[in-house]
């Protein structure tokens, strides 16, 4: 099984910071990797396809970057509504979450 | 628009069982394979089970092999999760979510996420 790993776990940032969260992977995925924005009580929201690929209707803010067994996503000018909890998933065999990161404000 | 509305949840006794449903519009349903994905309370998520987009594939996930079968009706729209022999574990918010490519089948994220329904699993 393939093991997603993210860090931090928790994130203090403040509106207009620039915030990268690290994904690795226990194995190579190639760029097989998504990110996903979750706010409480709500589904999942895609925001990054193929590592680096921004789903429509996303902002530009955010980017994804990486391959193999190292990812991250960058928000460049954090914004309020960006304030969530956020998931890398590998989905080169089968499928696998990592554990979260959480953006709180500082 | 794409819609996914999951329903069934509830309280369950362990051993019982529970049947989840997920009822999709505004796509060809027969077309996209569609997920079960789960999330405990204050936890990430887990991916659980898949049937491919004509039925003929689905895998599950180990914890809930031989335990939960995925099941369809293209007539109703309809994707299913009949759990059995509940466990106190398997407690979470379930949801149903849609690969984004149409008429295939292999390994892709999710485009569009249900609402979820919660079980319980508790005496």
């Known amino acids: 099984d393939i093991q997603m790993t993210q860090s931090p776990s928790t994130l203090s940032a403040s509106v207009g910071d620039r915030v990268t969260i690290t994904c690795r992977a226990s194995?190579?995925?190639?760029?097989?990797l998504a990110w996903y924005q979750q706010k409480p009580g709500k589904a999942p929201k895609v925001l990054i396809y193929k590592a680096s690929n921004l789903e429509h209707g996303v902002p530009s803010r955010f980017s994804g970057s990486g391959s193999g067994t190292e990812f991250t996503l960058t928000i460049s000018s954090l914004q309020p509504d960006d304030f969530a909890t956020y998931y890398c998933?590998?989905?080169?065999?089968?499928?696998?979450f990592g554990q979260g990161t959480k953006v709180e404000i500082k | 628009q794409v819609l996914l509305v999951e329903s069934g949840g509830g309280v369950v006794q362990p051993g019982r069982s529970l049947r989840l449903s997920c009822a999709a519009s505004g796509f060809t349903f027969s077309n996209f394979s569609i997920h079960w994905v789960r999330q405990a309370p204050g936890k990430g998520l887990e991916w659980v089970a898949v049937?491919?987009?004509?039925?003929?594939?689905?895998y599950y996930a180990d914890s809930v092999k031989g335990r939960f079968t995925i099941s369809r009706d293209t007539s109703k729209n309809s994707l299913y999760l009949r759990m059995n022999s509940l466990r106190a574990e398997d407690t979470a918010v379930y949801y149903c979510a849609r690969d984004p490519n149409a008429g295939t089948y292999g390994y892709d994220y999710f485009d569009y996420w249900g609402q979820g329904t919660l079980v319980t699993v508790s005496s």
């Open positions: 194995q190579s995925i190639s760029s097989w």
């Open positions: 998933q590998q989905y080169n065999t089968y499928w696998t």
């Open positions: 049937m491919s987009y004509d039925g003929s594939t689905k």
